[in-house]
């Protein structure tokens, strides 16, 4: 599983989404999109329409 949190001040990450191997996953009305790309080795994350919500430290895991 690859894990997308957010950090904001004085606070722990919080988790905003999680994906499973090979898998795709969507977040805050699609807005945030993270994708597990296994043949490719990669994680990417995809955020648009940014709000001031949004706003902090992101961290993967």
């Given amino acids: ?3 997308w949190c957010l950090q904001t001040a004085g606070r722990q990450c919080q ?3 999680y994906t499973l ?3 795709e996953a969507q977040y805050r009305d ?3 999109t993270i ?3 296994r043949l ?3 994680v990417s994350v995809t955020m648009t329409h940014l709000k001031a919500e949004d706003s902090g430290t ?3 895991a």
């Fill in 30 to 32: 699609g807005r945030i």
């Fill in 15 to 17: 988790e905003q989404m």
């Fill in 40 to 42: 490719r080795r990669t």
């Fill in 35 to 37: 994708k597990d790309d």
């Fill in 58 to 60: 992101y961290f993967c």
């Fill in 21 to 23: 191997a090979g898998r």
């Fill in 1 to 3: 599983a690859k894990y």
